[in-house]
């Protein structure tokens, strides 16, 4: 599935619809050059989650947030400074990915052989200022009944 977003509002919105599809223990990786909406998205997801979008920061000094006040517990992992899968390891990733609520991880490519075995991959790239494409993929079967979701409700 491929979607256009014209504005930061826009990805706010889909990343909002995508929250309310989520269920603990869902993982979503972000993948996306620099200033690809990567946060922005990130920020939806959370607002959706009853969280406050300038609560939401980019991590990438921290690594990782966690927002148990809100419906489920949000973990937002940015592996930008991580380099190499074991650095990651270190860090005790697992504990956030496979944990009792929605992780959502940043530069996702960072993981390589790391990456879970069923998530949702949200591709962005920048197609002008303000222009975003998102490419959703299913990996695994529960991110398919997401993505199902996720489609019938653009649609209408």
């Known amino acids: 599935m491929e979607i256009i977003s014209k504005s930061v509002s826009e990805t706010l919105k889909l990343g909002k619809k995508i929250a309310k599809r989520l269920k ?17 998205l990130a920020k939806g997801i959370a607002s959706g ?6 609560q939401i920061v980019s991590p990438t ?3 990782i947030r966690e927002y148990t006040r809100s419906r489920l517990p949000l973990y937002h992992l940015d592996l930008y400074r991580l380099k190499i899968p074991r650095d990651i ?19 996702a490519d960072r993981l390589k052989y790391l990456l879970p075995k069923e998530y949702l991959r949200i591709e962005l790239s920048v197609e002008s200022q303000s222009k975003r494409t998102l490419k959703f993929k299913a990996i695994g079967d529960r991110y398919k009944q997401i993505l199902d979701g996720l489609h019938e409700n653009i649609r209408h």
């Open 24 to 40: 603990r223990g869902d993982i979503i990786c972000l993948f996306g050059q620099l200033g690809s909406g990567k946060t922005v």
């Open 49 to 54: 989650f009853g969280i406050a979008k300038n």
């Open 61 to 63: 000094f921290v690594i």
């Open 89 to 107: 390891v270190l860090l005790g990733y697992e504990e956030y990915l496979y944990n009792d609520g929605v992780a959502i991880v940043e530069w």
